[in-house]
C-alpha cells in the first residue's frame, strides 16, 4: 500500500526524470508511470510482473530482498522491520543505537522514542522532510501517510493474493518470507 501511494503521487518533475535515467541506461526498459489510482489493479499489475523491475530483475523487489536478506550476518548490515518497529519502537530504537555502537543517555530515551514515533514525525513532515515535495505530491505527508499495516488485507482479491503466496513460495525462502510478513518479534 505504501508502494502504491508513493506511485500514485509522484511529482511529474519525478517521473520525467525517470524517463531520462531510463531512456540513457540500457539494463532498463519501459518507464515508471504513476500508479493506477486503483491499489488492487496495481497490486495484480506487480504480482504478475507488470510492475516488478522495469526490465531489470536485479531492481525487483524479490532480487532485492534476497540480497538484503543473504547480507544480514554481514557485519555492517543491520535489517529493521517497520513491523517491528511498531510492535517496540523502544526496543528497536536501542538496538539500532547499539548496532551503531551509539551511547544514549538513559534521561533521552522518552523523548528520543516519542520523536520518533509516527505521529510525532507527521506532525513534523516539513520539518523532518523539507525535499519530499520535489518527489510527492503532498510532500512529507505522502511520504509519512498512514503508518499502518495490514490494510492491503482489504484491497486485494483471493486470486491475487494466491498468485503473491505462489511466488514468495518460489522466490523466498520460509525464513525471509516469515521475515517479510512479519518482521523478527512476530
Given at each position: ?12 518533475k519525478?517521473?520525467?526524470?525517470a524517463?531520462v ?17 486503483d ?11 507488470e ?5 531489470d ?13 543473504e547480507?544480514r ?11 517491528d518497529?511498531?510492535k517496540?519502537l ?13 551511547e ?8 528520543l ?12 513532515t ?16 505522502t511520504?509519512l ?15 491475487d493474493l ?8 518460489q522466490?523466498f ?12 518479534l512476530?
Amino acid at each position: 500500500m505504501s508502494f502504491h501511494n508513493h506511485k500514485l503521487n509522484y511529482t511529474d518533475k519525478v517521473l520525467a526524470a525517470a524517463e531520462v535515467m531510463l531512456a540513457d541506461d540500457p539494463d532498463f526498459e519501459g518507464r515508471i508511470d504513476r500508479a493506477d489510482p486503483d491499489p488492487a489493479k496495481h497490486f495484480h499489475d506487480w504480482i504478475t510482473g507488470e510492475e516488478d523491475h522495469i526490465g531489470d530483475p536485479a531492481c525487483g523487489f524479490w532480487h532485492m530482498e534476497r540480497s538484503y536478506w543473504e547480507a544480514r550476518n554481514d557485519p555492517d548490515v543491520l535489517l529493521v522491520h517497520y513491523a517491528d518497529l511498531k510492535k517496540d519502537l523502544t526496543g528497536e530504537m536501542r538496538r539500532i543505537a547499539d548496532f551503531l555502537e551509539i551511547e544514549v543517555a538513559e534521561n533521552l530515551w522518552p523523548e528520543l522514542v516519542q520523536a520518533a514515533g509516527f505521529d510525532s514525525m507527521k506532525e513534523k513532515t516539513d520539518e523532518l522532510l523539507p525535499t519530499a515535495g520535489d518527489l510527492w505530491e503532498g510532500g512529507g505527508n505522502t511520504f509519512l501517510h498512514k503508518g499502518t499495516n495490514g490494510r492491503w488485507r482489504e484491497t486485494v482479491n483471493s486470486e491475487d493474493l494466491q498468485a503473491y503466496e505462489r511466488k514468495v513460495k518460489q522466490e523466498f525462502s520460509p525464513e525471509l518470507a516469515q521475515w517479510i510478513e512479519f518482521g523478527r518479534l512476530e
